[in-house]
Nanobody
Framework: QVQLVESGGGLVQPGGSLRLSCLVS???????????MGWYRQAPGKQRELVAT???????RYSDSVAGRFTISKDNSKKKVFLQMNDLKPEDTAVYYC?????WGKGLLVTVSS
């Protein structure tokens, strides 16, 4: 059974940076790269929304609200997906979820506040 283990959330001041990591456990490399993967977020009172994604065999894609500030990347050998978040704003506050295929992580709380 696939497990997505996330790490890296927390409290950061506006303008700061955080790096989220997601380990896709119990998968061999060829399976890891065969699925779409990405990060979503859900702010209080709002629906879950796409932040960034790496489609299998495709190009990375970002929501308009994070383009130019966030970078999604992956390490196939380690079966990890990352989200580098720079110039964070209070409106980035949300629970961030790692997604791989049909699987989801439990979520990481990211709070941007002074």
């Amino acid at each position: 059974q696939v497990q997505l283990v996330e790490s890296g959330g927390g409290l950061v001041q506006p303008g700061g940076s955080l790096r989220l990591s997601c380990l896709v456990s119990r998968q061999i490399t060829s399976t890891f790269t065969s699925n779409d993967m990405g990060w979503y977020r859900q702010a209080p009172g709002k629906q879950r929304e796409l932040v960034a994604t790496i489609p299998a065999g495709g190009s990375t894609r970002y929501s308009d609200s994070v383009a130019g500030r966030f970078t999604i990347s992956k390490d196939n050998s380690k079966k990890k997906v990352f989200l580098q978040m720079n110039d964070l704003k209070p409106e980035d506050t949300a629970v961030y979820y790692c997604n791989w295929g049909r699987s989801w992580g439990k979520g990481l709380l990211v709070t941007v506040s002074s």
